[in-house]
């Protein structure tokens, strides 16, 4: 249907269904609700696989495919009726009834993914259309709160926020949308909403009854989503706006990062509850969240924000994302939370489904990169933008989980506090080296896994029977279907597990590169700046040295206040501070832990990771080893303290 030979008469239909569209009265609205669904499903069909069809506005339009080819005539068919026809779309999806609204607006959404000259964001930002669409987030507030009741009399005004959400993130996506939209405070109309504070408590047994927030896990018949359910579909599309904004490159970033931030910050219970509620209910739905409640938090500027006037709820969520290292930093933490979604997601006497187990490896994976670029990000101070040559120290001197490991024995994560989440112990740098132990085995294992998957999708032909049925679903018997149906899923599922790990290895990598940077960076102040607090003065609060002057500016906290900075910094509560036996044994450990074996497999695995993408940047890994080397050598021939 999409070669070439039917791309006319696509395109004459496509016409005929715009000409249909200025036709139609603003009366006529299910018709008008019609047309667009067609209009929606001509350009679904013939968008680009893999994602949104984009070309930069400075470089040619080059067609390399059929679908390539219908993407580039649709959008000079759609900007042939000008004018109009923006005006027809935007002021239905703005005004038009519930239906022709929703469908407007995914109309807009896949207009927009196809429009790299971005005339439709320029016409839509003109003519005030964006501005309502962002302060409407606020005024339809009172009927997505509605939306949360056990049994909501309909559903339309979620289908709506949805359509909407998924527009604006895909605007926000670029930078001239992303800029468009922090410069209408779009961020805070949506930190203004009370629906988001509405999140059902787990079981409704930490609330009140009759507080708003406690309600019925299931519904009558099944068939309208759950409460918690419903709450994701709302929550979760603001997570990925606000991301959206963050990660887009442009002029806007500091901005985007100060409204985001203040986003966190009014509605500061909320993100601690969902940080505190990760050693409950373990699901792909409540990993889905973890991980992108996490991915927001270290890419906000709260985590270089440790200003002293700062709200007791940003403490809070600091506080509890550096309680997440030791839980999610351990390979044994993933086997267990991977192993309770499996067993929650198969039914009983099912078969486990490797794609729903690699998923939800994966959404741990993102949990453990989002706290270590946390930490990393706030060892910072004054954030990223300020290339600021301060370093803040996170993690406690205690090196015991990395000789365990190097033992050959089990480092059991600090036991979590069910009731407030939060670790009895502060996190230690013994975590930090366990893990990147356990990373480079688990990144030669998925390697090798990678690879098997590679070779059984180019002979899935030659694969036998047994094998074949291996790879099949539960819920698709074999006998059911022909040969070449089970070769053609097989396939299907092959090439789905051979990304999934593609991105496992990419996980890894980002773990291993981060880790190493927080290892460096502690390891250089213990070894090098710090001053014992039994050796001539006590410890400061802010714990911070400067890198480039390798001098002590601020020192490390050591569970007492500064006069200057009260317990905003108290992050890392050691009772006593580090004392000079403290950092001996730190250097007794670290040569014991850290060996030339750990630091060869780590660039062996940035090796293959060159191999693999030639367009990726060279000698982070090398560089940071070089570095913890010359530092062991420093240290191994120095006097105990300087």
């Known amino acids: 249907l999409l070669s070439p030979l039917y791309s006319g008469p696509l395109q004459a239909i496509m016409k005929g269904l715009v000409e249909s569209v200025l036709r139609a009265p603003s009366s006529s609205q299910s018709t008008r609700a019609f047309l667009y669904g067609s209009l929606l499903y001509y350009l679904l069909m013939t968008?680009?696989?893999?994602?949104?069809?984009?070309?930069?506005?400075?470089?040619?339009?080059?067609?390399?495919?059929?679908?390539?080819?219908?993407?580039?005539?649709?959008?000079?068919?759609?900007?042939?009726?000008?004018?109009?026809?923006?005006?027809?779309?935007?002021?239905?999806?703005?005004?038009?009834?519930?239906?022709?609204?929703?469908?407007?607006?995914?109309?807009?959404?896949?207009?927009?993914?196809?429009?790299?000259?971005?005339?439709?964001?320029?016409?839509?930002t003109v003519k005030g259309y964006l501005q309502t669409l962002c302060t409407s987030l606020q005024w339809e507030d009172q009927a997505l709160q509605k939306m949360?009741?056990?049994?909501?009399?309909?559903?339309?005004?979620?289908?709506?926020?949805?359509?909407?959400?998924?527009?604006?993130?895909?605007?926000?996506?670029?930078?001239?949308?992303?800029?468009?939209?922090?410069?209408?405070?779009?961020?805070?109309?949506?930190?203004?909403?009370?629906?988001?504070?509405?999140?059902?408590?787990?079981?409704?047994?930490?609330?009140?009854?009759?507080?708003?927030?406690?309600?019925?896990?299931?519904?009558?018949?099944?068939?309208?989503?759950?409460?918690?359910?419903?709450?994701?579909?709302?929550?979760?599309?603001?997570?990925?706006?606000?991301?959206?904004?963050?990660?887009?490159p442009g002029p806007q970033q500091r901005?985007?990062?100060?409204?985001?931030?203040?986003?966190?910050?009014?509605?500061?219970?909320?993100?601690?509850?969902?940080?505190?509620?990760?050693?409950?209910?373990?699901?792909?739905a409540t990993l889905h969240e973890l991980a992108l409640v996490t991915a927001l938090i270290s890419r906000s500027g709260i985590?270089?924000?440790?200003?002293?006037?700062?709200?007791?709820?940003?403490?809070?969520?600091?506080?509890?994302?550096?309680?997440?290292?030791?839980?999610?930093?351990?390979?044994?933490?993933?086997?267990?939370?991977?192993?309770?979604?499996?067993?929650?997601?198969?039914?009983?006497?099912?078969?486990?489904?490797?794609?729903?187990?690699?998923?939800?490896?994966?959404?741990?994976?993102?949990?453990?990169?989002?706290?270590v670029s946390y930490c990393r990000v706030a060892m910072t101070i004054g954030g990223r933008e300020f290339s600021s040559p301060y370093s803040r120290i996170l993690l406690t001197p205690d090196l015991s989980a990395g000789i365990l490991s190097s033992q050959g024995k089990e480092a059991f994560p600090p036991a979590v506090s069910a009731t407030t989440a939060v670790s009895s112990q502060s996190p230690s740098l013994g975590v930090i080296?366990?893990?990147?132990?356990?990373?480079?085995?688990?990144?030669a294992l998925a390697l090798e896994t990678y690879q098997q998957h590679k070779k059984k999708v180019e002979t899935v032909g030659s694969l036998t029977a047994e094998d074949i049925r291996q790879l099949l679903p539960s819920s698709s018997p074999a006998e059911k279907l022909s040969l070449p149906q089970q070769q053609g899923l097989a396939r299907k599922r092959l090439h789905k597990l051979t990304t999934l790990k593609q991105q496992e290895l990419q996980q890894f990598a980002y773990i291993i590169e981060s880790q190493l940077y927080v290892l460096w960076r502690h390891l250089q102040y213990y070894l090098v700046h710090c001053k014992p607090s039994d050796f001539g003065g006590e410890l400061g609060v802010a714990g911070a040295v400067r890198v480039g002057m390798r001098r002590m500016e601020d020192h490390y906290t050591a569970g007492t206040s500064s006069t200057a900075t009260d317990s905003t910094f108290d992050l890392s509560a050691l009772s006593d501070g580090v004392r000079l036996s403290d950092l001996e044994q730190l250097k007794t450990d670290a040569g014991k832990c850290i060996s030339d074996?750990?630091?060869?497999?780590?660039?062996?695995?940035?090796?293959?990771?060159?191999?693999?993408?030639?367009?990726?940047?060279v000698g982070f890994v090398q560089a940071l080893v070089r570095r913890i080397k010359r530092l062991m050598k420093l240290r191994a021939a120095a006097k105990p303290i300087l």
């Open 47 to 124: 968008k680009q696989e893999g994602g949104s069809y984009r070309k930069k506005a400075t470089s040619l339009w080059q067609a390399d495919s059929a679908q390539d080819s219908l993407s580039a005539a649709s959008l000079q068919i759609l900007n042939s009726f000008g004018e109009p026809l923006m005006e027809s779309v935007c002021r239905d999806a703005c005004s038009g009834h519930d239906v022709t609204r929703m469908l407007s607006l995914s109309l807009l959404d896949a207009i927009a993914a196809i429009d790299w000259q971005g005339l439709w964001l320029k016409f839509l």
């Open 433 to 443: 080296i366990k893990h990147l132990k356990e990373c480079t085995e688990g990144y």
């Open 255 to 284: 901005e985007a990062s100060t409204q985001v931030t203040a986003l966190i910050g009014a509605h500061s219970d909320l993100f601690a509850t969902i940080l505190r509620d990760h050693v409950h209910h373990i699901s792909i």
């Open 597 to 617: 074996a750990l630091l060869k497999k780590l660039l062996d695995m940035e090796e293959t990771q060159l191999q693999a993408n030639t367009e990726m940047r």
């Open 148 to 248: 949360l009741h056990p049994l909501p009399e309909a559903l339309k005004a979620l289908y709506i926020y949805e359509s909407k959400m998924a527009f604006l993130t895909r605007l926000a996506h670029t930078p001239a949308g992303a800029q468009e939209l922090v410069s209408l405070n779009c961020p805070l109309y949506l930190s203004e909403c009370r629906f988001v504070d509405m999140r059902p408590s787990r079981n409704g047994d930490s609330l009140p009854l009759g507080h708003p927030h406690v309600y019925p896990t299931s519904t009558a018949g099944g068939f309208i989503p759950t409460v918690a359910d419903r709450y994701r579909q709302m929550f979760l599309p603001v997570l990925k706006f606000l991301l959206a904004l963050l990660t887009c």
């Open 303 to 371: 985590g270089h924000d440790w200003s002293v006037d700062m709200t007791s709820g940003k403490i809070r969520i600091q506080r509890l994302m550096l309680t997440l290292l030791p839980h999610y930093c351990s390979r044994q933490s993933w086997r267990g939370i991977v192993q309770e979604v499996v067993s929650g997601e198969e039914g009983e006497g099912d078969k486990v489904d490797p794609i729903i187990s690699e998923e939800a490896l994966l959404l741990v994976q993102q949990i453990c990169a989002n706290v």
